[in-house]
């Protein structure tokens, strides 16, 4: 039995799917309760057994809540897919502090409540599974997305410490790292402008892989017990490029970012 956090769309509701096509029952959240219901229903077209929650995962008391409802009606929890995720683009001088604080409601401590609150019941388990979506920006720092990085380097460290403390166990995890993925993230992004926007649109447009090829990924990661799940040939060229060679890689990002902002100004 899985539960999917973010699954109304994109990476998570194509990841519910291919888990219910592995054999799992599945938990659908999402903030979006309707969203939720829909993938459940595709969910139940596969044959599995599925229920729909409306959670903000930023909410402690509503992910303690959730957990264990989840638990009485499924009566047990196998696969954790912390995967709701939300964006902010601009420079760190034009995000206000309540972007960061939204930010990390969502993107880390989402991913905190989801591990405190399962942990125990998947512990209870022959075998478990939790899986962390970080990011390729929770491996390198890229420019306007300063809250984003800081959110999905901190899963990234999160998810590293808990292999390590539960490598004795019967829990595996895995961090996941999508390159670009053709979801909603993006268009439904806070931003300090519109240009912002929509040059991170084009980019996912540009090079972003279907959300279900990242599911795919996913699911494969968690039957080889892998570590870290390096999704789409952008997250692997810069993992490679940080390893060999980290100076030279953030000088890369400086020369986007000056095209970049090329581009802003001739815009105007």
């Known amino acids: ?83 709701a995720g939300v964006s902010v683009a601009g420079t760190f001088e034009e995000q206000s502090l309540e972007d960061f604080e939204w930010i990390f409601g969502i993107n880390f401590w989402g ?4 591990c405190k609150f399962f942990l125990p019941h998947i512990k209870r388990q022959s075998e478990g599974h939790i899986v962390n979506v970080s990011s390729v920006f ?62 991170n649109i084009a980019e996912l447009d540009r090079i972003g892989v279907a959300p279900e090829e990242a599911a795919e990924q996913i699911v494969r990661a968690i039957k080889a017990n892998k570590q870290r799940a390096l999704v789409a040939r952008g997250a692997r060229a810069i993992e490679y490029a940080k390893r060999l060679a980290p100076a030279l890689g953030q000088h890369l990002l400086l020369i986007g970012y000056r095209r970049q902002r090329g581009r802003l100004s001739s815009s105007e």
């Open 1 to 83: 039995m899985a539960v999917v956090t973010g699954a109304a769309s994109g990476i998570g509701r194509a990841t519910a799917l291919a888990l219910a096509r592995e054999g799992c029952d599945v938990a659908v959240a999402d903030i979006d309760g309707e969203g939720a219901g829909r993938t459940a229903d595709e969910v139940r077209l596969l044959g599995r057994h599925a229920s729909a929650w409306t959670v903000d995962v930023a909410d402690k008391a509503a992910m303690r809540r959730f957990a264990d409802d989840v638990v009485a009606e499924h009566g047990a929890v196998h696969v954790l897919v912390n995967n």
């Open 111 to 114: 991913v905190v409540y989801g």
């Open 138 to 199: 929770g491996l390198a720092g890229f420019p306007t997305q300063s809250s984003y990085c800081a959110t999905k380097f901190a899963v990234r460290g999160l998810s590293e410490s808990l292999w390590v403390e539960l490598r004795d166990s019967n829990i595996r995890v895995t961090s996941v790292h999508p390159g670009g993925v053709k979801t909603n993230i993006a268009r439904s992004s806070r931003a300090s402008s519109d240009d912002h926007r929509d040059i």
